[in-house]
């Protein structure tokens, strides 16, 4: 009798681990529409070390961390199949992952592209970009500092580059 109840018991374990967690369910729709003023969305791809190192980035460096305070940084895996709903480039709908990211263009990875909470497109920045960089870019950002300066000129001035 104890025998079984053991078996029956790692057997409701393992059926249960198994069990999706309710987080990831393909219904579920990613939602990319930005709360803040401004979004941060990085396009990534699976293989991609260097979004690896973008990823490594924006949870280790205090800089970077403290520069995205504010901004609604979002992920979008360009293989992906889940659905997303966007507001960006002056479109709006639900499409999967790798759709918009087909839609918007993004050929290299990582690709960010920072948008406001209307969907315009203020920036790309395709490519890695070094902590020290993306920060003084997200700064050039969230300052709408994209209004009047070259983000070149900035980077230069303020020595980010």
Known sequence: MKV???????????????QSKG????SEVKDLIPKSNYAMLVVESENCIYCKQLDKDLKNNPTLKSAVEGIDVLRLLAESNAKVRYRIDGKEGETTEEELARM??????????????????VLRIPGYAPPKTLACVVEYVKNELYNKEELNQYLKRENCI
């Open 4 to 18: 079984a109840l053991t078996v029956l018991t790692l057997w409701a374990i393992f059926i249960l681990s198994c």
């Open 23 to 26: 987080n990831n369910t393909s």
């Open 104 to 121: 918007l263009n993004v050929r290299a990875y990582p690709h960010i592209i920072f948008y406001d909470s209307k969907g315009e497109i």
